[in-house]
């Protein structure tokens, strides 16, 4: 699979949000207001990216080499709690607005699905190393997509009537499925 492949179809067809159902959490919790889901956006690329290459050379340097495979979730979230803790650290220092803003959210990047099966995913695929850093970019952009168009939609609907029934999230999974089905016309893209 080329790179250019491996991108579109991450970010539109197999979307880790949408089409796989992965990082829900953030994708619901953070979709308030755009600028934090962009700044949400922006942590998840930062740590997707990096834990994708650190695991990847994990895997293949160290467990692969000693037969130690069965370790790799433990030590794939250890990679991604060290991360989450690093990025926290430097988004309270550079910008406590937003490291405000995010609040509870993100430390949730630890537990964000979508950072360990982007990291299982690249060893599972068989991808070298320049395909793993193009999946996670790919997994990262889709996600903030996805993240982005539904704060949007969000903002837009706090200024309409919406049934007092259908407020907050009831209204935020439907327009989450109506998503869904939309990137589904993706499918055969690539």
Known sequence: ?????????????????????LGICPFLGVSNKTETATGMSIAVTFVVTLSSIITYGIQKGILDKFGLEYLQTIVFILVIAALVQFVEMVMKKTSPTLYSALGV??????????????????????????ETIFNAIG????????LILI????EQLEL??????????????????????AFLGFNGLV
């Open 139 to 146: 997994a990262s952009l889709g996600f903030g997509l996805a």
């Open 160 to 181: 309409n009537d919406v049934p007092e029934a259908l407020e907050g999230f009831p209204i935020a999974l439907i327009t989450a499925g109506l998503m869904s089905i």
């Open 105 to 130: 959210y993100l430390p949730l990047i630890t537990t964000n699905c979508v950072v360990l099966g982007v990291a299982i995913l690249n060893i599972q695929e068989g991808y070298n190393l320049v």
């Open 151 to 154: 704060s949007g939609i969000r």
């Open 1 to 21: 699979m080329n790179i250019f492949t491996i991108l579109i179809s991450t970010i539109f067809v197999n979307n880790f949000v949408l089409a796989r159902f």
